[in-house]
């Protein structure tokens, strides 16, 4: 066959009589011949589509030759293969976010959705104006007029972007789009109580400033950092200030005694001279809340720290007192005001005598004050019922419990802005390091309790009525001003102080008591409670209730009352003094948590997981480099995985609170190397930044877990 050249073609039109002189077997020719049909068909099939291939591609290049032509009539294949239009670019409506900014003691600030603000979706037409999407956002969070800080016509209102710039009310969204290019737009909602003549030029200056916490004027540095604070541990990195350097800011009448500032502080030994003279100025505006009328900066010969009593006349002349102590160097600090109902400019002037040391050169600051424990308790009584009072605190980290004990031990810390830092730590509380304090309390506390998953306050002969209301204290404060709650206080616990012990009910109690034994021990209870318990079991059960004060097992039949009982006794009875306590100060927070189930949904919102957490994290920069993906890939796959022990910790590291208090937690990169390549967190913006330089997943893993693995976490940034 080879030599005469027949192939299956030929093979598929020879006769029987012509294929037997090849293949002499019946059956043989049969099986050939059907192969070289079957063949044929297949590749009959192959040809069809390739056909039909060049054909689409052939219609593709006539469509794109004779486009825009509208001689002819294409055919019907030709019309079914163009490629589908963009409908996206064509789309007449987008999405928007909507939040709320409230002006109050410390400027704009996000109003959370736990108290009526929140981040809020919708879609407009393209054609929607910046007016309308105002009058829709007062709807939002005035639901007929009202919100939780008062009715619609005690505010003033206006609208800003992302970067708090003022948005003309004429542009719509369309046009925003076009000029923002952003993927999804965010409009925020500005609120400020009463009247105001100048709204526009108001708001525009505020909002300016908001953003960068503190002016940019070289020669005034000390003065910008006492009027306004940048974010605590995290933030910008600013000079290293010396650690006895203190400014004391004191608000006086200038015309007739009024409220007193919360920085207040009376000069002793000290000689006032009016200077008349200024020969150096440089413009500066400074919040409202800071200067309203006069204002004490003190100089103390021993700490370094400067004293000038500043008084607001009428008039063109400027009235500054300078305070002086002998035999020490004069820095004077001049101080200009403008004729008006307030502050609108600053003159500095610096000069130093020949005789003064070199800790009273230009470049010294002017820090705000921190007051220890005992300054706040011993001030507590002028400032109680005062809300826009604030304070500020010194904790020693190593024992965080006693000094906090020692400031809430006043009833009034929870109507003021309490300020925190660490001693020997460089940071600035803007939320940050009050989560890192409250959670380092709890942290402390909870190793004193009874219990396991949910641990029980146990008494303590050292803790009288005082600190144990105190202890209630710091949980409503925590909770209310930052989110800070101890997840591992039992619940049924806290459902006690907060809605009285007769609301608990026995389902709620169980669950809490089988948190509160050990692992083997409840075994053994669930086993019980179920009636499937083992010989083996028992011993354990055993121990179990003569600690409890019973030496013996109860029959079958009782022992779910038996154990209810326990239950009772050890979450509830033994406690109540505690609970008592606590229900004082737990008062403020019924508002917020009104029944069982706003508890039950508190604690579930709080517990985190590893899951939960990766849900939090978002990228500084909508669009990535490779690296910088890669590395977000890493850190997403690193945080799902975590346990809920190591998603605490990843957690505290990001934010100061080991539950979850902040609605995103944004991560930049950075291009560091060797010994400089570490992840860097800063709590009080709840930004992290992570170097993009890592080569491998495991790379990653093995320097996070050798971060989170460490006991000891200093605050070194300001």
């Not at 990843?650 to 190397?673: D, H, P, Q, Y």
């Amino acid at each position: 066959m080879k030599r005469d050249k027949v192939d299956r073609a030929v093979l598929r039109i020879m006769t029987d009589e012509q294929m037997s002189k090849y293949i002499t077997s019946y059956g043989d020719r049969v099986a050939v011949l059907s192969f070289c049909e079957q063949t044929q068909c297949h590749s009959t099939n192959k040809e069809t589509l390739l056909e039909r291939l060049r054909s689409k591609i052939g219609a593709r290049k006539m469509k794109s030759k004779t486009r825009g032509s509208v001689s002819g009539t294409p055919d019907e294949p030709q019309s079914t293969m163009a490629r589908p239009k963009n409908m996206a670019a064509e789309k007449t409506s987008r999405r928007v976010e909507i939040g709320w900014l409230h002006f109050g003691s410390n400027g704009y600030s996000q109003v959370r959705t736990n108290s009526g603000g929140g981040t809020r979706h919708a879609t407009f037409a393209k054609t929607t104006t910046v007016a309308q999407i105002m009058e829709l956002g007062k709807e939002l969070f005035f639901p007929d007029g009202h919100s939780t800080k008062g009715p619609a016509e005690d505010f003033t209102f206006g609208i800003c972007d992302l970067k708090k710039n003022k948005i003309p009310l004429d542009i719509t969204v369309g046009q925003m789009y076009e000029q923002t290019k952003l993927k999804l737009l965010r409009f925020y909602i500005c609120t400020k109580e009463g009247a105001s003549t100048d709204h526009s030029s108001e708001e525009k200056g505020l909002l300016e400033d908001e953003e960068d916490g503190c002016h940019s004027d070289d020669s005034i540095t000390d003065l910008q950092d006492l009027s306004n604070s940048s974010d605590s541990d995290g933030g910008t990195q600013m000079q290293t200030r010396s650690k006895k350097r203190r400014a004391i800011l004191q608000t006086e009448t200038a015309q007739s005694p009024g409220p007193s500032h919360p920085f207040q502080s009376t000069p002793t030994d000290i000689t006032n001279g009016n200077i008349g003279q200024r020969q150096n100025r440089s413009d500066l505006s400074l919040p409202e809340p800071l200067f309203e009328e006069a204002d004490t900066l003190v100089w103390d010969s021993d700490d370094g720290v400067v004293v000038v009593n500043v008084n607001h006349v009428e008039g063109d002349d400027d009235v500054i007192q300078i305070a002086e102590v002998s035999g020490s160097p004069t820095q004077v600090v001049q101080l200009t005001f403008l004729s008006g109902d307030g502050l609108t400019g600053l003159d500095e002037q610096l000069s130093v005598h020949e005789e003064a040391v070199q800790t009273a050169q230009l470049d010294s600051e002017l820090n705000l004050p921190s007051y220890s424990s005992s300054q706040i308790s011993s001030t507590s009584s002028s400032n109680a019922g005062n809300p826009q009072t604030m304070r500020r605190a010194s904790i020693c980290r190593i024992k965080v419990v006693d000094d906090l004990l020692a400031v809430f031990t006043d009833s009034s810390i929870i109507n003021v802005t309490l300020k925190m830092d660490f001693l020997n730590e460089k940071a600035v509380d803007n939320a940050g390091v009050s989560r890192e304090v409250y959670t380092a309390f709890w942290e402390q506390f909870l190793e004193q309790c009874e219990g396991e998953i949910e641990r029980v306050p146990r008494l303590r002969p050292a803790f009288s009525e005082a600190e144990w209301q105190a202890v209630g204290r710091i949980w409503v404060k925590g909770f209310l001003d930052h989110g800070v709650m101890p997840v591992k206080l039992s619940l049924a616990f806290i459902l006690a102080c907060i809605s009285g012990i007769d609301n608990v009910d026995s389902d709620t109690l169980m669950s809490s008591f089988l948190n509160y034994l050990p692992p083997i021990e409840r075994s053994a209870v669930e086993k019980a409670l179920q009636g499937t318990l083992e010989e083996s079991d028992q011993e354990d059960l055993l121990d179990l209730f003569t600690r409890m004060g019973s030496h013996s097992l109860p029959p079958q039949n009782g022992m779910k009352s038996a154990i209810e009982m326990m239950a009772h006794k050890a979450i509830l009875q033994e406690p109540k003094y505690i609970v008592d306590c606590f229900s004082t100060p737990m008062s403020h927070v019924k508002l917020k948590l009104p029944d069982k189930d706003s508890v039950f949904n508190l604690y579930e919102l709080k517990k985190p997981t590893g899951k939960r957490v990766m849900q939090l994290l978002e990228t500084t920069k909508v669009v990535l480099s490779q690296r910088e993906q890669a590395t977000f890939n890493h850190l997403q796959r690193y945080v799902k995985n975590a346990d809920q022990a190591k998603a605490e910790k990843i957690l505290r590291f990001c934010t100061g609170s080991s539950v979850i208090c902040v609605e995103k937690i944004m991560v930049s990169f950075n291009a560091e190397t060797g010994l400089n390549r570490r992840p860097v967190a800063h709590t009080c913006g709840a930004t992290l930044d992570v170097p993009c330089t890592y080569s491998s997943y495991p790379e990653f893993r093995t320097e996070f877990d050798n971060i989170l693995s460490s006991n000891y976490l200093e605050m070194d940034i300001i």
